[in-house]
């Protein structure tokens, strides 16, 4: 099967396309490298480089293609409040674009990366697929936009699966090197505490909160295990079907158990240093997975202290220590 990875040269897109060739896949990849890294992507990959809203390398990039995996999406929540109208474009336009050159093409085989944030700050906690969708930025609404497509394209014979998650943390050591986060700015939790120093440390906000140890419970996969489950996806792939399917670790981790996790992973200390709450901010956000275990036969096995320890062990690499 050959299957063209969408935002293939971003952190979860390269990893996606480095196991699925590990695992005997033949892949294409699309990406403007707008945000992802061209060196990221395998020299065993047909690469093409170009954007999502580009019908001529859209229609390129399935050239072959038994089906999609489609990560490439603006993701940062804060820019999105900034920048509703790039986010409306690429988002949901450019997934427009995609299901009607996949529609000309034959290709009728999509898994989708959603994401948690469709639901909003939810009422009932851990989150299920039956959860009502409230996303609270525009990135969260052009994700469930898209969603609503796919549902709708479903009934002209798409086979397709949404997964939607919160955190993905973690590398992956592929056969040419480490693939790992390389944001910038960096926004996500793991990479900005290993960097933590005590000039430039940590902050977390509040140790008040209503959990058991104060801070806040999010929940996080690893980059791995989320392309397990990927791969499971597009393997339980049915005609004319949309399934939602949540991702997630099965019962989250607060602030301070990450924090501890990382200690224990680089035997030291992590600078932080406590702030006040942001406004907005749930206590608790974690994802019931159980419908990924039932449907896909998927459930994390790889924990904090992995996800640390590879993000660890790939930012040394990196930096040649």
């Excluded at 990366?113 to 609404?141: F, M, R, W």
């Amino acid at each position: 099967m050959r299957v063209l990875v969408t935002g293939g040269a971003g952190y979860i897109g390269s990893t996606a396309v480095a196991i699925l060739l590990e695992r005997g896949y033949e892949v294409n990849v699309l990406d403007d490298c707008s945000t992802g890294h061209a060196d990221a992507v395998s020299a065993q990959a047909k690469f093409v480089n170009g954007s999502i809203l580009d019908i001529g390398a859209v229609s390129n990039a399935l050239k072959g293609c038994d089906a999609v995996i489609h990560f490439a999406a603006k993701s940062l929540v804060g820019e999105s409040v900034e920048k509703p109208d790039l986010y409306e474009d690429v988002n949901v336009n450019g997934t427009r674009i995609l299901l009607a050159e996949m529609a000309k093409a034959g290709v009728r085989k999509l898994v989708f990366s959603s994401t948690a944030a469709t639901y909003g700050e939810p009422e009932v906690i851990p989150i299920t697929e039956d959860s009502l969708n409230k996303p609270t930025s525009p990135y969260g609404t052009t994700k469930l936009a898209v969603d609503q497509m796919i549902t709708a394209e479903s009934k002209s014979g798409l086979a397709a699966i949404s997964l939607r998650y919160f955190n993905v943390a973690g590398a992956f050591e592929s056969k040419s090197g480490w693939l790992a986060e390389r944001h910038d700015p960096e926004t996500h939790l793991i990479p900005n505490l290993l960097r933590a120093t005590a000039q430039k440390p940590l902050k977390v906000f509040g140790n008040d909160w209503p959990t058991k140890d104060g801070t806040c419970i999010r929940d996080y996969v690893h980059v791995v295990d989320l392309i397990d489950a990927h791969i499971l996806a597009l393997e339980n792939l049915e005609v004319s079907n949309h399934k939602i399917i949540n991702l997630g670790s099965g019962g989250g981790y607060s602030v301070t158990e990450v924090i501890d996790g990382a200690a224990k992973v680089i035997g030291r200390e992590i600078p932080a240093e406590l702030a006040s709450r942001r406004s907005g901010d749930p206590a608790v956000l974690i994802a019931d997975i159980s419908k990924a275990k039932s449907l896909l036969g998927w459930s994390p096995k790889r924990n904090i202290e992995d996800m640390v320890g590879d993000t660890w062990k790939s930012q040394n690499a990196s930096t040649g220590n």
